[in-house]
């Protein structure tokens, strides 16, 4: 059974950093795009940003700039850096394991539990 787990939310103040981990096991890793995505309270789970199998990357424009998403397939991650962060960032983080048609991404059955991340000061 596929198994994607994150960490590194926490509590941050505006305008600082964390930085996102997810460990995927029990997968041919190499072969699925990975996404995050993250869901506020009252709100439809986003995607925020995504890297295919060779390393492209698409980011939400809410987060263009602001976040990096990095991927190790020798240690099976994907890393999410979140600069610059804003009380509006503030969620659950979701990672996924996916694939991309033409760039978009599509999300697989394959969730993690989350990490929430809170920007308060």
């Known amino acids: 059974q596929v198994q994607l787990v994150e960490s590194g939310g926490g509590l941050v103040q505006p305008g600082g950093s964390l930085r996102l981990s997810c460990l995927a096991s029990?997968?041919?890793?190499?072969?699925?795009?990975m996404g995050w995505y993250r869901q506020a309270p009252g709100q439809q789970r986003e995607l925020v940003a995504h890297i295919s199998t060779s390393g492209g990357t698409a980011y939400a424009d809410s987060v263009q700039g602001r976040f990096t998403i990095s991927r190790d397939n020798a240690k099976k991650t994907v890393q999410l850096q979140m600069n610059s962060l804003k009380p509006e960032d503030t969620a659950v983080y979701y990672c996924?394991?996916?694939?991309?048609?033409?760039?978009?991404?599509?999300?697989?059955?394959?969730w993690g539990q989350g990490t929430q991340v809170t920007v308060s000061s």
């Open positions: 029990r997968i041919f890793f190499d072969v699925y795009a």
């Open positions: 996924n394991a996916g694939s991309t048609y033409y760039g978009d991404y599509k999300p697989s059955d394959y």
